[in-house]
């Protein structure tokens, strides 16, 4: 089974904070995405990448950038968090064409 | 760019009613993914459709691709409690990597 893990469940960060965000999965894809879920506006995705030290930006990269250095790792981060991005993230995974696997989620709340 | 609508966004039957939730694309999608999140989960893939005018099932679920490709279903039969969560519709974006989700339909099944 396809396995996608996120560092934390739940995490509070105070503003300003620089956030770091982890996604594992351990299925050798190529693609991974990270995206952000609020209620009302269904999962925006934030980035994207489709290789190693590659990366596009999604609907709403403001305020994020992100890291590939590793096939199985794609990180999140938030340079310097504010409220406006307290918010799930969800991290997923996929081959070319193939349907996407999702991590467990973020909850992040800022202060 | 490329934008995906859901209808509805909330959804609330008795237990045995038909449920049924549709997706439009502004353009022609190459396919349409369907994913389904349980509350507090994370999404999980459902099916994915490519041929114009497929119609796959999964037990008591129907999916459908329109003759144009613009547009899909999803029609429950017989709802159970179990298939409580919120259902999203996914296309293609033009990177060819990304999705597009629809914002979502919530269903509320009461026993």
């Known amino acids: 089974d396809v396995k996608v893990t996120q560092s934390s469940r739940y995490l509070v960060k105070r503003t300003g904070e620089k956030v770091f965000l982890e996604c594992v999965q351990d299925?050798?894809?190529?693609?991974m995405f990270w995206y952000r879920q609020d209620p009302g506006l269904g999962l925006r995705l934030i980035y994207f990448s489709y290789d190693v030290k590659m990366k596009e930006k999604g609907d709403i990269p403001e305020g994020y950038s992100v890291s590939r250095e590793k096939k199985e790792r794609f990180s999140l981060i938030l340079e310097s968090a504010s409220t406006n991005q307290t918010s799930m993230y969800l991290c997923?995974?996929?081959?070319?064409?193939?349907?996407?696997?999702f991590g467990p989620g973020t909850r992040l709340t800022v202060t | 760019g490329q934008q995906v609508m859901q209808i509805p966004q909330y959804q609330h039957v008795q237990e045995g009613e038909d449920f049924t939730t549709y997706c439009n694309s502004s353009?022609?999608?190459?396919?349409i993914q369907w994913y389904k999140q349980r509350p507090g989960g994370h999404p999980v893939f459902l099916i994915q459709?490519?041929?114009?005018?497929e119609v796959k099932k999964q037990k008591r679920l129907t999916f459908q691709f329109g003759e144009a490709k613009k547009n899909s279903s999803l029609h429950i039969t017989a709802t159970q409690t179990t298939d409580v969560g919120t259902y999203f519709c996914?296309?293609?974006?033009?990177?060819?990597?990304?999705?597009?989700f629809g914002k979502g339909t919530s269903l509320l099944v009461t026993p």
């Open positions: 996914a296309g293609l974006s033009n990177s060819g990597y990304a999705l597009n």
């Open positions: 459709l490519v041929k114009s005018g």
């Open positions: 353009t022609t999608l190459s396919n």
């Open positions: 997923a995974s996929s081959h070319d064409g193939y349907e996407q696997y």
């Open positions: 299925m050798d894809h190529e693609n």
